[in-house]
């Protein structure tokens, strides 16, 4: 999805692909095969490049920083994107700037887990510090009994040294992200705030503007973000995702250092995309205007589902809704997996979000009139 | 351009390139260089296609009637192409239909163009039938005699057996364009009628919709489009230009059967833009909304001009306004080369044009400030 905006621009994307026949490699016309967690390769592969950037957190700290060392521009660089890979460091961090996350805890070992659970009101969650996504790697744990504490204990015998991160499970009202990019030069932009809601863990819907988020609400969770972005050093594009609670406060849940999707209605809901605006911001170009294009943008993601081949059901939808605009991964569909997004741009939410969702249940096989 | 709509919609594209480093193929991972002239490198590239469309009209009718008749389905087909071919054809073909045209007529002989000349009130403009684009071959007479006498003979003993095509010198206001997608099942959608204007014959701004357009001429307008693309079996866009006369009647200028330049407003401004209406059209996939997405486009084009390497110059024009929308070829700068162009959508028209003409002379260098 950073292909259109970089032909646009005269940028030229260069890819280490997983595969040859992935997503990025069938969009992108240079795409050496390679693995993102080897040095000699993508020290290779860096060698022909001006800047690298990432399209997921998982390249390997050491490498990065033997890229710096190297002399590479690596936006966001090793410092920053250490925060996104550790969630531990990422919530030691936050805490020491002062900025609102839920009550949470390093934990090594059993003991310590019930410590922390003993101190909270309610049940918790268990994160991996490193590699989760997509609601792997998070246990829920209402009460620390039975198969949860018998799973929890797993978990943290097969943990690393640092142990396991464990939060309070917030009585949160609704999720929202703050979509901001920011350049090396310290120039920062803000989407409009959204509203994003997770099925399964799995981001499932986005609204922007959040509905009904108050001016005051929206400059907090804004400037949280821009807050984060400057003082974790975030070159690109950085999602905050937040909880909002019942008395309209916000909590910091996750941070995701590239495009994401919970910003993937900007792609035809803002002026500029956030893929664009990554482009922009790692390549020191000055950013460009964030504004929204209409007064209401729905996306719901299209997750694997019961077709194999969704060809048929996309034709239907797109007979069904000219003003629908469909955006498939050209991924394999599998169960679950994501294969693409819908969104529908408007003056009316209820309108936008019934054509977003029947759209979407329509493509994935959930509904079939 | 066609190729971010097309990753959107998972269709995969092929392009017989001009070149290993044009712009096509820069923007589309399989692109065999070829000569669209010959028949069997024609032929091969087909076999690997499941449709097969254009970006110009230059492919030869003979190459296409032979691919027809191997089964190889060629959108659109060589019959309606003949028309954007062929200028003899098409202003006979229109004739016919009772489509308003400039009064023209076909010259072999200096005598022809004469008579023809004699008949008119005003001057007139002597075009050869195929081949010209942005303002070659064609030329402009107001008076028969002396250089433009004797270039006008010139031309008419090195036109073929048809001769050449002589039309009357159009005492115009304005030019519109009508902009019609048609799929081979005979959907077809309009977007609205534009104003463009032309500088040296090649086309330099286009604003939509057309200021002061009455609803009735907007219907006219596009109901001419219609038609002409109905009765001539356009598949995929139809750009039809237009002059507008002071009595606010229309004459259909000339037809392009491609996504075109008068066309180029609705990657930004509309909610389907030309080239993913042309992908769904060609392959029969139902056609997308076709409304503006903003109350005023402007899409300025950016010609080659004072600057060889525009890099500085377009930096300077995001730095200074965010919300324009640049485009730049991956195109060497030539002078009077189209290398890119600029759009910016909004709620003030003046604004709009203020910004897209500024942005536009900056990066080509006439100004500089």
Known sequence: MMQPPAVAMGVRLRVLAESATGSAALAIHEAPVGDHRDLATVTAFAAQCDVLTFEHEHVPGPILEKLVADGVPVRPGPAALGF????????????????????????????????????????????????????????????????????????????????????????????????????PSGQAAAWPVVESTQKDGICHEVIAPAPGLTEEQAVEATGVGLRIAGELGVVGVLAVEMFQTADGSILVNELAMRPHNSGHWTIDGAVTS??????????????????????????????????????????????????????????????????????VCGDDLDDCLARARHAAAFIRGDIDE
């Open 84 to 183: 996104a890979q550790d969630k531990l460091a990422m919530r030691r961090r936050l805490t020491e700037l002062g900025l609102p996350c839920p009550r949470w805890a390093q934990v090594r070992t059993f003991d310590d887990l019930s410590a922390f659970a003993a101190s909270l009101p309610g049940g918790l969650v268990l994160k991996t510090p490193r590699g989760g996504y997509d609601g792997k790697g998070v246990l829920l744990i209402d009460e620390l009994t039975g198969d949860r504490a018998a799973t929890a204990r797993e978990w943290l015998e097969q943990a690393g040294p640092d142990g396991l991160l464990a939060e309070e499970k917030v009585a949160f009202t609704r999720e929202l992200a703050a979509l901001i990019a920011r350049s």
């Open 274 to 343: 956030q893929f664009e605006q990554h482009l922009r911001a790692v390549l020191d170009l000055p950013l460009g205007e964030v504004r929204a294009r209409s007064p209401w943008t729905v996306m719901v993601n299209v997750l694997g589902g019961e077709y194999e081949n969704l060809y048929r059901s996309y034709l239907h939808v797109m007979a069904r809704d000219p003003g629908v605009k469909v955006h498939m991964y050209a991924k394999d569909v599998r169960p679950g997996r994501k294969v693409g997004h819908v969104t």
